[in-house]
């Protein structure tokens, strides 16, 4: 990086004033490039939500990955699960569908609980967010549907709520659900997919020290899965005459487009590459690494409007990845050139002047005492 900043800025730095550059000024210039990023991609739209999904403004994916960082770090930035000496950061992204991109960013510790890295509030209001395990809490369901919103969740294994309504009528001899715990209710079952209705029963947040039990209903589906041999079953709040219960399934299965966001952010944009023990450093790379995606998201737009409508399934969001960043380096002296700076011979072969030297003045070369 240091290489890449004497190239482009025509400026020989030492080692230690490079270093100085990363302050908590530049962190929060950073940070401020990447929300500024996410609000002038939200106002372009990279997909279209089909006919099924039309009422809804969009669909979100909110989950976290972690970065491991120096094991010296160890104290300052503690990691969740380990016995060693280890420390790690958690980034908590919200993702939008329709934009494909991200709609918030934040850095957390570790140890942090996920429900603490989202906060639910008017914002989601016709959305559909799609959240794993790690936000399962009836309280925050709640929330999410008192605010307009919608989700789609697994439901825990041990989870056991009662059935209030079915939402299809079965031919034949059928059992009766309604009145019955989920629990009593799939082993019996011999029909592909359950979908009903049920009633859960949870405490608010503390009011003055006291927690108010409260209940309420949503929608349960459940769908036999032949390879595992059991029951995948869902949350949600999306009604039956909207999406078919295997339509619910699918819906959570795009949660993967997020997984894939982050191997993006890892393998091809250095989001793990943070082998310093510098607080400063570690965070403004974090925030680097964002802004190179949001500066392909961007690209990958344009690339798009030049071709409406062809072939748009095939530019994979991984393949693009490896491609923008094989010649991210021609895409900057393309900026550069529109900045006014041009690349040169001579600032090349001052980089090459500067960083060829072995910084260890005094290190011995075995050659030495033979060429030179």
Same mark, same amino acid.
């Given at each position: 990086?240091?290489?890449?900043?004497?190239?482009?800025?025509?400026?020989?730095?030492?080692?230690?004033?490079?270093?100085?550059?990363?302050?908590?000024?530049?962190?929060?210039?950073?940070?401020?490039?990447?929300?500024? $990023?996410?609000?002038?991609?939200?106002?372009?739209?990279?997909?279209?939500?089909?006919?099924?999904?039309?009422?809804?403004?969009?669909?979100?994916?909110?989950?976290?990955?972690?970065?491991?960082?120096?094991?010296? !770090?160890?104290?300052?930035?503690?990691?969740?699960?380990?016995?060693?000496?280890?420390? $790690?950061?958690?980034?908590?992204?919200?993702?939008?569908?329709?934009?494909?991109?991200?709609?918030?960013?934040?850095?957390?510790?570790?140890?942090?609980?996920?429900?603490?890295?989202?906060?639910?509030?008017?914002?989601?209001?016709?959305?559909?967010?799609?959240?794993?395990?790690?936000?399962?809490?009836?309280?925050?369901?709640?929330?999410?549907?008192?605010? $307009?919103?919608? !989700?789609?969740?697994?439901?825990?294994?041990?989870?056991?709520?009662?059935?209030?309504?079915?939402?299809?009528?079965?031919?034949?001899?059928?059992?009766?659900?309604?009145?019955?715990?989920?629990?009593?209710?799939?082993?019996?079952?011999?029909?592909?997919?359950?979908?009903?209705?049920?009633?859960?029963?949870?405490?608010?947040?503390?009011?003055?020290?006291?927690?108010?039990?409260?209940?309420?209903?949503?929608?349960?589906?459940?769908?036999?899965?032949?390879?595992?041999?059991?029951?995948?079953?869902?949350?949600?709040?999306?009604?039956?005459?909207?999406?078919?219960?295997?339509?619910?399934?699918?819906?959570? $299965?795009?949660?993967?487009?997020?997984?894939?966001?982050?191997?993006?952010?890892?393998?091809?944009?250095?989001?793990?590459?943070?082998?310093?023990?510098?607080?400063?450093?570690?965070?403004?790379?974090?925030?680097?690494?964002?802004?190179?995606?949001?500066?392909?998201?961007?690209?990958?737009?344009?690339?798009?409007?030049?071709?409406?409508?062809?072939?748009?399934?095939?530019?994979?969001?991984?393949?693009?990845?490896?491609?923008?960043?094989?010649?991210?380096?021609?895409?900057?002296?393309?900026?550069?050139?529109?900045?006014?700076?041009?690349?040169?011979?001579?600032?090349?072969?001052?980089?090459?002047?500067?960083?060829?030297?072995?910084?260890?003045?005094?290190?011995?070369?075995?050659?030495?005492?033979?060429?030179?």
């Amino acid at each position: 990086m240091k290489r890449s900043y004497e190239k482009e800025a025509h400026e020989k730095l030492s080692d230690s004033s490079w270093y100085y550059r990363f302050t908590p000024e530049l962190v929060e210039f950073l940070k401020a490039c990447v929300l500024h $990023g996410i609000e002038y991609l939200a106002q372009e739209q990279s997909y279209n939500l089909n006919k099924k999904l039309f009422q809804f403004r969009d669909v979100l994916i909110q989950d976290s990955t972690i970065v491991r960082l120096h094991s010296s !770090l160890a104290k300052l930035y503690p990691a969740a699960r380990s016995k060693g000496e280890a420390a $790690g950061l958690k980034i908590a992204v919200l993702v939008s569908a329709v934009g494909n991109t991200p709609e918030s960013v934040a850095i957390h510790n570790e140890r942090t609980n996920e429900l603490k890295t989202i906060k639910v509030g008017p914002w989601i209001k016709g959305k559909i967010l799609l959240i794993d395990l790690g936000f399962y809490k009836y309280q925050l369901f709640a929330r999410i549907a008192e605010n $307009g919103g919608f !989700l789609v969740s697994r439901l825990k294994d041990n989870s056991n709520p009662m059935i209030i309504k079915a939402n299809r009528s079965w031919r034949g001899q059928s059992i009766d659900v309604c009145g019955a715990y989920l629990q009593d209710v799939l082993p019996k079952l011999k029909r592909q997919i359950l979908d009903v209705e049920i009633e859960v029963s949870f405490k608010r947040r503390a009011y003055k020290g006291v927690k108010r039990p409260d209940t309420h209903r949503f929608r349960l589906v459940a769908i036999y899965n032949d390879e595992d041999e059991k029951y995948h079953t869902y949350i949600t709040n999306i009604n039956s005459d909207i999406l078919e219960p295997e339509d619910i399934g699918k819906l959570y $299965g795009a949660r993967w487009d997020i997984e894939l966001m982050f191997k993006e952010l890892k393998s091809r944009y250095a989001l793990d590459a943070l082998d310093t023990k510098n607080p400063l450093i570690i965070e403004a790379l974090i925030w680097v690494a964002i802004l190179t995606l949001l500066v392909s998201r961007r690209t990958y737009f344009n690339v798009r409007k030049i071709h409406p409508g062809k072939n748009i399934v095939r530019f994979t969001q991984l393949r693009w990845s490896i491609i923008f960043a094989e010649n991210a380096d021609d895409q900057l002296t393309l900026i550069l050139r529109y900045l006014g700076i041009t690349r040169t011979w001579e600032t090349l072969a001052g980089v090459y002047d500067s960083q060829a030297l072995d910084p260890h003045v005094n290190r011995e070369r075995f050659r030495a005492e033979w060429w030179a």
